[in-house]
């Protein structure tokens, strides 16, 4: 019989084995309440964020309703008697603007200049036939003397033309260096003769052939009133009688234009003559739409004057006689193949020849 004390058992002390559990205990329960304090902390983070947003989302819900709101009352709810005049009034007035647009349009398509300012100097009672631009450059001087001496009037005879309704006129620029020796001779030879019509706007140069046509024809007509616009080239001699009688008969027809028509092989390779920079427009088969020679070239004076309002935009190729062409293509041109103005064939009643 085990007559130990009730404290004791196996020789242990009945305390020590108390206070191991106990330690055992604490750490167990310390353990576990670590990550209790972590759940809650990121719980009040997380609560804490979606507090705020809900205040920020309610703040701007209540700051575009009062916006809305003082749209509203600024608003007219009921639109006026007068209010409707207005706006049917800026409607009609639109639709004036839009149809003015479109004659000015139409107008200008068709080469009209209302109310044109008459030039001073300038009889109105009777309408010129034509006026005949003949091309010339610095270094021409001779073959205008020759032109003068041939079939060109001069002096009082020139003035007798322009009474039976015909200007003739030797067409030319201004020189680069503007100014000089060049400019002065051809303003001393001017003086004498009185037969220029001087471009002060155009730079004379062969390759600014295309450019010189749009100026002659706007200045021409500013210039004079007349049926017919002629340009011709510097080596062209004229048969003056034969040309004004083809035009006498051409009187009153507008929308002509009037040369010796042809076409040809658009020059595609740099060096060659002829050559033409924008040959890839022409399509593959590389070939000009049909166009009056530039030896001649007769425009009607709606023509002319389409010319005039439109130069800025009109397209220029490298040769005259193609520009001027594809100006014609746009419009309502009626085209006339003229035989006798085919200055080198061999009929014998053509109105003109390779001088």
Known sequence: MDNSPPYYKEGLPLSTTISKSEKQRSRSSSRSSVPSIFFAFFSCVAWLYIAGRLWQDAENRMLLANLLMQNSAERPKVLTVEDK?????????????????????LAKSQGF??????????????????????????????????????????????????????????????????????????????????????????????EESPKKAKFF??????????????KVDNNIGLDLEGLIELLESRRGQDSVYIGCMKSGEVVA????????????????????FRHAAGSLIILSKNFAQYININSASLKSYAHEDTSIGSWMMGIQATYIDESRVCCSSSRQDKVCSLA
Request: aromatic share 10%.
């Open 217 to 230: 024809f706007s200045t021409a007509v500013q210039n004079w009133d007349a049926e017919f616009y002629v």
């Open 85 to 105: 005049l207005v706006v049917l009034g800026c409607k009609d007035l639109e639709r004036k603007i839009v149809e003015a647009e479109m004659e000015i349009t």
């Open 113 to 206: 200049l209302k109310d044109r300012l008459k030039q001073p100097g300038l009889s109105s009672s009777k309408k010129l036939l034509a006026v005949i631009g003949v091309y010339t450059g610095f270094g021409s001087r001779l073959n205008r003397n020759v032109f003068r001496g041939s079939w060109m009037p001069k002096g009082d005879s020139l003035k007798k033309l322009e009474e039976r309704g015909i200007v003739i006129r030797f067409v030319i620029g201004r020189s680069p260096n503007r100014g000089d020796s060049l400019d002065r001779n051809i303003d001393e030879e001017n003086r004498t003769t009185k037969d220029f019509l001087i471009l002060d706007g155009h730079e004379e140069a062969d």
């Open 269 to 288: 390779e740099e060096g060659k003559p002829w050559y033409e920079p924008d040959w890839w427009k022409f399509g593959d088969e590389k070939s000009y």
